[in-house]
């Protein structure tokens, strides 16, 4: 029985390909899509405020309520800035590494760089946000640095300045901003790793024989080339900072994040609803993106 089906399969390709892609697909569409566009369906019903229960009949009331109460629309502008400069702080930190290993290592030396990037990766998720929070505490390394050089002073000012400020350094913004790099960062190196490697060297070496100076050579050669691995690498920094809600429950900086009212809405609070509507700004900020990015040439460097 088993040999005449396999025969079957062997003579019917197609049938073979279907029977093969059906469970997948069916997992895919049935238990995450469904799933997900059910939650996301509850964005367009509404909490009655008398009862307490969702109330199935379509409205756009509880998406105007994220869009235009002050208090959630200051959620959603504070979870896209940090998206916003935690792609920058990636993008500043990891051009110059990329460079470096792209243009100046190779054998052994740039295997053992590419180890250095992906070797965080290989640790728990939450040990490394545990351990960015630690080095961030009042006790933490950087605390311990400040006041060896004598810049308690100015770590304290820095602090209570309203934008990027907070209770502590840990408790902050520019902490939360430095937890979100020190994560996501490899996220950012590797894709431009690998366009600045589909880069000819000999593009160098005809800008310098033309009288280009490195600056110059990086600038009109070497950038323009490294934009597809710069987008491709803010694919990831920007939808997984403006989706992420552990990292910002455990610093705790002064505001919540659209990650965090997720999780509290459906949770504690009880409201699907604005859960919902709350997790369809990532979806359209991220889908906006997206394509930005793929007329960048992101794509052809993930």
């Known amino acids: 029985m088993l040999g005449l089906l396999a025969d079957r399969l062997y003579m019917h390709p197609r049938l073979l390909l279907f029977v093969l892609l059906v469970p997948p697909f069916l997992w895919i569409g049935v238990l995450y899509l469904g799933s997900l566009f059910l939650f996301l369906s509850h964005a367009f019903f509404r909490i009655d405020d008398f009862t307490g229960q969702i109330q199935y009949r379509p409205t756009l009331q509880t998406l105007a309520a994220v869009l235009t109460t002050p208090a959630n629309l200051d959620i959603v502008l504070r979870t896209l800035a940090m998206a916003v400069l935690t792609t920058l702080a990636c993008m500043v930190l990891a051009l110059p590494v990329a460079v470096y290993v792209s243009f100046h290592t190779q054998g052994l030396q740039r295997l053992i760089w590419l180890l250095l990037f992906v070797l965080p990766l290989w640790s728990s998720y939450l040990i490394r946000v545990y351990s960015g929070k630690l080095i961030l505490a009042q006790e933490g390394i950087l605390a311990w640095v400040a006041g060896r050089l004598g810049l308690e002073g100015v770590l304290a000012s820095f602090l209570s300045t309203p934008l ?139």
Do not use: C, H
């Open 164 to 302: 990027l400020g907070g209770p502590s350094l840990s408790s902050s913004y520019f902490g939360l901003l430095l937890v979100f790099t020190y994560i996501w960062l490899p996220y950012m190196i590797l894709p431009v790793q690998n366009a600045l490697d589909r880069v000819p060297k000999n593009l160098l070496q005809a800008a310098s024989d033309l009288g280009a100076t490195p600056w110059l050579a990086f600038r009109t050669v070497v950038l323009p080339l490294a934009v597809p691995g710069l987008a491709a690498g803010s694919i990831f920094t920007f939808s997984l900072t403006l989706g992420d809600y552990i990292i910002p429950t455990l610093l705790g900086p002064p505001g919540y994040f659209v990650g965090q009212m997720v999780y509290i809405q459906q949770g504690t609070a009880g409201d699907l609803p604005l859960a919902a509507a709350f997790s369809l700004v990532p979806v359209a900020l991220v889908a906006v993106y997206l394509r930005l990015a793929r007329k960048l040439g992101a794509f052809e460097n993930l």
